[in-house]
């Protein structure tokens, strides 16, 4: 992972506590959900108990105690020209060094209240202006499972990046059934982190999932096969005692007959092998009073 730009070794390190060792394993990294960002809800139509996205610019913040100072609240007002919008994170006081005044977010939460228009603990990304801005606003944008210390615009960018190196090179795992699928590996590993429209997602997650259940059937075939060709059966020492040679001979003139390693009471003979109704009948005799009683 250090090989990549924007990877160096305590970020590579971050990312191994997300299961992220190798390119691949980073592609295979799949957002939790995903966020409309078509269609952003202006600020002055939020509904109350609605989980609703929006946007806006920064125009005041700053953070209030109480109690001595130990109670806090930590709290951002956005304005997009519709309206104003509180953030508010309570106890957190360290938040204020996440943001600035200037700065444009884009917030994900529940609206508590209308007086003032407020949510609590939103989910928060700052959208610069720049070659990279159609990554995360203006589209379907992924939300990955996270660790601290990697933001979300941060590893999407990452595999953006990545994803438009490595995507030509991307081959079919699974040749012989490429002409029966509607869509490509690649074009597949595309929509799961980048979709278009949200059935994208659905036929990537898809795709992607028959993959894995033809591995764990090719998996399963290949050992069937090599136990049929490579097991081999106990050996029977015939005349040494290990068992008796009339079993040969009475198991196809009569299947329901008692193997010849007991006696009628069930008493084993030494050096032979139990058969399985020895076996039951030792058992139950073994078997305490109470369990026998209660059968």
Known sequence: MTALRGVGPERATLLGQLG??????????????YEDRRHLRPIGQLVVGESVLTSGRVVAAGVKRWRHGTRSVFELVLEDGTGRLHCRWWNLPYMESQFAVGEELVVFGKVRSHKPTAIDHPETEVVDGGEDRSIH?????????????VSQRWLRGL???VLA????ELTEPWPNLTGR?????????????FPEQEADAEAARQRLALEEFVALQATLQRRRQALETKARALPCG???GSCDPSWHGSASSSPTRRPRCCDRSGQTFPGRIRCAACSRATSARERPSWRRARR
Do not use: C, K, M, N
């Open 137 to 149: 606003v203006g589209r379907l944008v992924p939300v990955y499972p996270l660790t601290e210390g």
């Open 165 to 168: 190196a490595v995507e030509p």
């Open 181 to 193: 699928l509607p869509l490509s590996h690649a074009q597949a590993v595309r929509w799961l982190h």
């Open 238 to 240: 015939g005349t040494t």
């Open 159 to 161: 595999i953006w990046r």
């Open 20 to 33: 992220v060792r190798t390119v691949a394993d980073l592609l295979a990294h799949r957002p939790r959900r």
